[in-house]
């Protein structure tokens, strides 16, 4: 459970770093786990640094799951989304791809309406992060609608080779950089502005991604847009038997539906 100075953490900054939230074993078991989830997925064990990206990671394994529904995952998403938030997916990422050395400042999620409407990604990080080696680094507050479209440039220069932000080398922009440990839980807004700089090594992690409820069609076109999985739940979790699961995936086919009816262009 998050305390009330750490709900008004996040409230105030976009993100939060929860550290030595798992231990030494557990963290020792999940990345036996992720090894072996990549491996089913490419058909043969990675090395060293070599790079892949999965998506519906976690749903691929039994065990993986059981981070879904942990509490001390679980129990943040519920208090920071509200008790009807839905799962949106997961990515098991590992390696640096050669196209990806620099991961620049962006907002998955740009703009004030997006600020507005909540959704959250957690990152567990397997290997240790400094800021000079891959470490996160966030500009807290920027999630906040107002300071957030003060740096929508950010977001729609990102892609460039070299960009520079107010003129300076996107590793110099001032920011915090949470540097982590295996074990430690770090969560952010999807409007928070974010980058990566250094990266090197194996440098693998698990996200998990969590949106809440909308509240009006706005929302619900917003997540048509963004969030296509969300109406696709992997049937693994369709057809959960654990509550907390179940709850997350309930009444995606009803928003599907009115999806459908607000947008039919948009529907296949």
Not at 165 to 186: K, M, Q, R, Y
Not at 194 to 218: C, F, M, W
Request: glycine letters at 6%; charged letters at 30%.
């Amino acid at each position: 459970m998050l305390t009330e100075e750490q709900l008004e953490y996040f409230e105030c900054f976009g993100f939060l770093h929860l550290r030595k939230a798992f231990s030494h074993a557990e963290i020792e078991q999940i990345t036996e786990l992720a090894e072996e989830t990549w491996e089913k997925v490419l058909g043969r064990r990675l090395q060293g640094e070599e790079d892949a990206g999965v998506n519906r990671f976690v749903e691929r394994s039994a065990r993986l799951t059981e981070l879904v529904t942990d509490s001390r995952i679980y129990e943040p998403v519920r208090q920071l989304l509200g008790d009807n938030f839905l799962w949106q997916g997961s990515e098991g990422n590992r390696g640096v791809p050669p196209n990806l050395k620099v991961h620049n400042w962006h907002a998955d999620r740009p703009g004030a309406k997006e600020a507005e409407y909540r959704r959250l990604k957690i990152m567990l990080y397997l290997d240790p992060t400094t800021k000079e080696t891959g470490a996160f680094r966030v500009i807290p507050g920027s999630h906040r609608p107002g300071f957030n479209d003060s740096l929508s440039e950010f977001t729609s220069r990102h892609s460039e080779e070299r960009p520079t932000f107010f003129g300076l080398e996107g590793a110099d922009v001032p920011c915090h950089a949470a540097e982590s440990n295996p074990g430690d839980i770090v969560m952010f807004h999807y409007s928070l502005y974010h980058a990566v700089y250094g990266k090197t090594g194996p440098r693998r992690y698990i996200a998990l991604k969590y949106v809440s409820a909308p509240q009006n069609d706005e929302q619900l076109l917003s997540l048509q847009r963004w969030s296509q999985y969300v109406f696709e739940p992997d049937e693994a979790f369709r057809n959960s038997k654990d509550e907390r699961i179940r709850r997350m995936v309930a009444g995606t086919d009803e928003l599907a539906a009115r999806v459908a009816e607000l947008a039919p262009e948009t529907v296949a």
